[in-house]
T-cell receptor, first 113, second 112 residues
Framework: NAGVTQTPKFQVLKTGQSMTLQCAQDMNHEYMSWYRQDPGMGLRLIHYSVGAGITDQGEVPNGYNVSRSTTEDFPLRLLSAAPSQTSVYFC????????????FGDGTRLSIL | KQEVTQIPAALSVPEGENLVLNCSFTDSAIYNLQWFRQDPGKGLTSLLLIQSSQREQTSGRLNASLDKSSGRSTLYIAASQPGDSATYLCAVMPDSNYQLIWGAGTKLIIKP
């Protein structure tokens, strides 16, 4: 089972460049989300989606865009990369219900120079 | 605003010991609480999920408890092994549509 797949695994960008982090899940999960993880801090929610065509902002949405055109895919776009966006990015998915755990991808390690 | 705290930030114990990891949260109105494991350079693996109406969950050598009135959860690891070395993260889901709010984690080292 593939689960949640994130690409690329590593990326180095220059300040001002744009890019898209890809996330795909094959479990038919309605809910998908993006988190960033920084040293010494817990994960922080960037954006999330409760179904195709529906997205909402999390705790730290500035500088990022998302869209959800299909159930399977939830790409995260960095509009104009800044050094403060250097982080590890995780995509997650789950089904509705209080007994449904989140499933995570292996992460994308992003460095902005 | 819900906040999640994990103490200690790091813990080192000899192999074979039983140990407890702590998680506290500020708002008792939660949907569920989850414990995850993260190995270096890897993603997160769900260990245990406790729904709001439950008091504990068990999986193998792991037992997680939930006390909403005091805003606390504990993860008990029995007979620790070197393979248990990892960072353990606690996360709270405030409601059914939102996502998780995370503690900073406890880095656990089990010495052979």
């Amino acid at each position: 089972n593939a689960g949640v797949t994130q690409t690329p695994k590593f990326q180095v960008l220059k300040t001002g460049q744009s890019m898209t982090l890809q996330c795909a899940q094959d479990m038919n999960h309605e809910y998908m989300s993006w988190y960033r993880q920084d040293p010494g801090m817990g994960l922080r929610l960037i954006h999330y989606s409760v179904g195709a065509g529906i997205t909402d902002q999390g705790e730290v949405p500035n500088g990022y865009n998302v869209s959800r055109s299909t159930t399977e895919d939830f790409p995260l776009r960095l509009l104009s990369a800044a050094p403060s966006q250097t982080s590890v990015y995780f995509c997650a998915s789950r089904s509705p219900g209080s007994n449904q755990p989140q499933h995570f991808g292996d992460g994308t390690r992003l460095s902005i120079l | 605003k819900q906040e999640v705290t994990q103490i200690p930030a790091a813990l080192s114990v000899p192999e074979g010991e039983n140990l407890v990891l702590n998680c506290s949260f500020t708002d008792s109105a939660i949907y569920n609480l989850q414990w995850f494991r993260q190995d270096p350079g890897k993603g997160l693996t769900s260990l245990l999920l406790i729904q709001s109406s439950q008091r504990e969950q068990t999986s193998g050598r792991l037992n997680a408890s939930l006390d909403k009135s005091s805003g606390r959860s504990t993860l008990y690891i029995a007979a620790s092994q070197p393979g248990d070395s990892a960072t353990y993260l606690c996360a709270v889901m405030p409601d059914s549509n939102y996502q998780l709010i995370w503690g900073a984690g406890t880095k656990l080292i089990i010495k052979p």
